[in-house]
Nanobody, 122 residues
Framework: VQLQASGGGLVQAGASLRLSCAASGLPDSSDHMGWFRQAPGKEREFVARINWSGVRTDYGGPVRGRFTISRDRAQNTVHLQMNSLKPEDTATYFC????????????????WGRGTQVTVSS
């Protein structure tokens, strides 16, 4: 299994970035992909997720309305379009794959990629 994240960088507040996560070798049980982030000294935070059909998406409160997650099925890639970036968006962003456990109504994030750094200056 490989999840390769890319697209991070250093930008000014108000700018946009697009992160990508190329997935390979995922088991058939993986039915969702998502992004998380972690800033220094803080806990990991949920950013967004999407199901494999691309029909259902969900976002964490701080990014809702500014970030958009999408999926390129042909390329087996998930993107995170980040607009109107703020300094508080500064973090290492990780992509992950999950299986939704319907009986428990939870997502099991069982595969993680290496992070890509996003830094937003004020």
């Amino acid at each position: 299994v490989q999840l390769q994240a890319s697209g991070g960088g250093l930008v000014q507040a108000g700018a946009s970035l697009r992160l990508s996560c190329a997935a390979s070798g995922l088991p058939d049980s993986s039915d969702h992909m998502g992004w998380f982030r972690q800033a220094p000294g803080k806990e990991r935070e949920f950013v967004a997720r999407i199901n494999w059909s691309g029909v259902r998406t969900d976002y964490g409160g701080p990014v809702r309305g500014r970030f958009t997650i999408s999926r390129d099925r042909a390329q087996n890639t998930v993107h995170l379009q980040m607009n109107s970036l703020k300094p508080e968006d500064t973090a290492t962003y990780f992509c992950a794959a999950a299986r939704y456990r319907r009986s428990y109504q939870t997502y099991e994030w069982h595969h993680w990629g290496r992070g890509t750094q996003v830094t937003v200056s004020s």
